[in-house]
């Protein structure tokens, strides 16, 4: 009697580290079934959602990577798409606090790298599923989607598809004293529409087992219409001086997205040296329409004054970007990048200022204009990693060439401005195993990155959003610079402590400034003068049984934003605390939440906030069918008040949002074949579409 073999797998940390990245594994996690991508970020360390925008360890604006690309899409067609990744479509999330030369410099906020899971069958597989959200006493939500992939012989097919019907509103309570005396309070109700379709095709072709070339078409169509009020009242110290503004500001926009990109991929050793080459050609239309209906009276209530007006400024944006790079692996284990991109953008905006006068729209071409953005950027990096003298390394450079130009052509004159700069943006990581086993590593880290303005905050286009505020756009925006380094210690690749510190130079934040004569407070972005974060973070993952496990994360700082105009400093922490629940072999319970006392961004100072979420999981057929329910933010405390402070001005708001949602979602994962190893496309597109919006 012989015996052929035994095969012993253990199951896998549901969070662990490795260099310089965080990984949650979603495959093998019950608790996540069904949930889509922003609902899963909740439950990983050192990661906060607050309407759509990520951060990683307290710094703002990460950036979402599809399989070590960001995904074709950008603004709210990015987060409809988002909101389609399931559980079921993820085989692990990267959440990378300092990322490498090999990606952009664009994003001091880091990167959260989805890794999606590759088809397994040769023949047919794919999901349909259905979700329908409904606000708690407001409004619904609901968003079916599918995806299908085909695997003959050489030819890789697939194909995804989803709709989204939403509608949401925003209620707003704002108080500021004004340079006369008068204090003046507003209360603004907005209520917003949005239909959108997102469409991804591929197709790879194997030309032989080391040899691939793909093809990607993308596309997202979006529809939003959205319907603010506004009521405003001013009291001064004589009555006789009071005044009340009444007004209504509906807008439009009408989005067609359309992204095509090949991809060209040559394993050339048999120790997965990789050569790659991608190109993307971007197309963009976007129609939008605001509108503005404002009265005023006076302390009797007559009406002393009217304004209608609107702007029409259609944009078209034409995006091309090409990288190659070569990744050798060497038999000691060392590797070797390097690579190189180019980018070059041209977005053309006109803007139509039309004046209501005598029962119809006059163009006023005084204050009408065509603005046109030109960017070019050329990057080159080098990067290599192995390990050396016992430490583990990682050491890179990029270099990146800007140019950009923007013109506006107005009436009266043309106005040309001009930006170049060269930049050198280094990273290293050392690793250092305290004991043979690898149980102890202490780590440091360093890295430079940067900030680009999005194309929209550079347009120096106006509208109002109620009686007294505007929205602005400057031309004149920089580029922000942050540097980061952090000093780390893992414990068995799993419980982690960290110190660090972030500086960002010529921060761009939006802020608010007040028109002593008019009043009107123009909402516009600026390089704001430095913000300097000191943070400690603890990361604690703990399996308490076998059907409860838990992880917790404690994020201590320190934040000094220093301007000409305002100088803030204060001390805040954030407690996260996630719980998952196996009940039984197919049903599984989530509760999340997280607190905390305060927010800095900018010269905007929030007060405490918090959220609890709690989620149902249940599966059915063999596990092809999954249903749950979930509702966020149960307490509905995720809707923080806020101070902004700039000179001598304080702008007091609350803000009211629909964060309250019952969800239910139902999903179905068919697989029609046998099983085979899939292959993903590259793109070379990596930061552009994110600054679209």
């Not at 200022?353 to 005598?358: L, M």
């Amino acid at each position: 009697m012989s015996l052929k073999g035994v095969t012993v797998s253990a199951p896998k940390d549901l969070i662990y580290r490795e260099r310089d990245k965080v990984i949650m594994n979603i495959e093998d996690n019950p608790n996540t079934v069904g949930q889509n991508i922003f609902n899963i970020l909740q439950l990983a360390p050192g990661v906060s959602v607050f309407n759509s925008s990520i951060s990683i360890n307290g710094i703002s604006g990460a950036r979402v990577h599809i399989n070590g690309k960001p995904p074709q899409l950008s603004g709210a067609a990015l987060t409809t798409y988002l909101n389609t990744l399931r559980s079921n479509d993820i085989k692990s999330i990267e959440i990378i606090a300092h990322p490498s030369a090999e990606y952009d410099a664009e994003g001091v906020g880091g990167i959260i790298n989805v890794v999606l899971k590759s088809p397994a069958f040769l023949g047919w597989s794919g999901s349909i599923g259905y979700d329908q959200s409904l606000g708690l006493g407001k409004y619904p939500t609901y968003n079916p989607y599918f995806s299908m992939n085909f695997k003959k012989d050489k030819l890789q097919l697939s194909a995804q598809y989803s709709y989204s019907n939403q509608k949401d509103y925003l209620e707003m309570a704002e108080k500021r004293v004004q340079a006369g005396g008068g204090n003046q309070s507003t209360n603004t109700d907005r209520v917003g529409k949005y239909l959108a379709n997102n469409i991804s095709l591929s197709a790879i072709y194997d030309i032989n087992r080391d040899q691939s070339l793909g093809v990607t078409l993308n596309g997202n169509y979006t529809n939003s219409k959205e319907l603010m009020q506004s009521n405003t009242l001013i009291n001064y110290p004589t009555e006789t001086d009071n005044v009340r503004s009444i007004g209504l500001f509906p807008n439009s926009s009408d989005i067609s997205y359309r992204n095509v990109g090949i991809n060209y991929d040559w394993k050339t050793d048999t120790l997965n040296s990789k050569f790659s080459f991608a190109a993307d050609y971007t197309n963009n239309r976007n129609n939008a329409l605001s509108e503005t209906n404002n009265r005023t009276f006076n302390f009797q209530n007559q009406l002393i004054g009217d304004t209608v007006y609107n702007l029409v400024f259609p944009a078209l944006s034409k995006i091309f970007t090409v990288e190659a790079k070569y990744n050798k692996i060497y038999k000691s284990g060392q590797e070797l990048t390097i690579g190189g991109k180019f980018a070059a953008t041209s977005i053309n905006t006109d803007k139509t200022y039309n004046v209501f006068s005598n029962n119809s729209f006059q163009q006023d071409d005084a204050n009408s204009f065509n603005y046109h953005y030109k960017e070019d950027i050329s990057a080159a990096y080098i990067q290599t990693a192995g390990k050396l003298i016992a430490l583990d390394y990682k050491v890179g450079l990029r270099l990146e060439n800007s140019y950009v130009q923007g013109t506006l052509n107005r009436q009266d004159q043309d106005t040309v401005n001009t930006q170049k700069y060269l930049n050198l943006f280094p990273y290293l990581y050392i690793g250092k195993s305290l004991d043979k086993k690898g149980n102890h590593t202490l780590s440091l880290s360093y890295n430079r990155r940067l900030t680009r303005p999005s194309y929209a905050a550079l347009n120096p286009f106006t509208y109002f959003i109620d009686n007294y505020t505007v929205i602005s756009g400057n031309p004149y925006l920089k580029p922000s610079y942050g540097d980061a380094i952090e000093l780390g210690y893992t414990l068995h690749k799993k419980y982690f402590v960290s110190l660090s510190y972030n500086s960002i130079k010529d921060q761009i934040n939006q802020v608010l400034v007040t028109d002593d004569n008019t009043n009107i407070v123009t909402m516009i972005r600026r390089n704001i003068g430095t913000t300097d974060k000191f943070t400690g973070n603890f990361s604690v993952p703990v399996t308490i049984t076998k059907w409860w496990t838990t992880n917790n994360s404690l994020l201590l700082q320190h934040v000094h934003v220093e301007a000409p105009e305002f100088d803030i400093e204060k001390n805040t922490f954030t407690f996260q605390s996630n719980h998952q629940f196996k009940v039984s072999k197919t049903t599984s319970l989530n509760f999340s939440g997280f607190y905390t006392p305060r927010t800095i961004y900018g010269n905007t100072v929030t007060d405490q906030y918090s959220n609890v979420t709690v989620g149902l999981r249940q599966r059915f057929f063999k596990r092809k069918l999954i249903a749950g329910a979930s509702i966020y933010d149960l307490f509905y405390q995720n809707n923080p008040h806020s101070e902004s402070y700039y000179n001598n001005d304080v702008i007091k708001r609350y803000q009211k949002f629909q964060t309250r949602l019952l969800t239910f979602s139902l999903v179905y994962n068919f697989k029609i074949g046998k099983s085979f190893e899939a292959k993903e496309n590259d793109r070379s597109n990596e930061n552009e579409k994110d600054r679209l919006q």
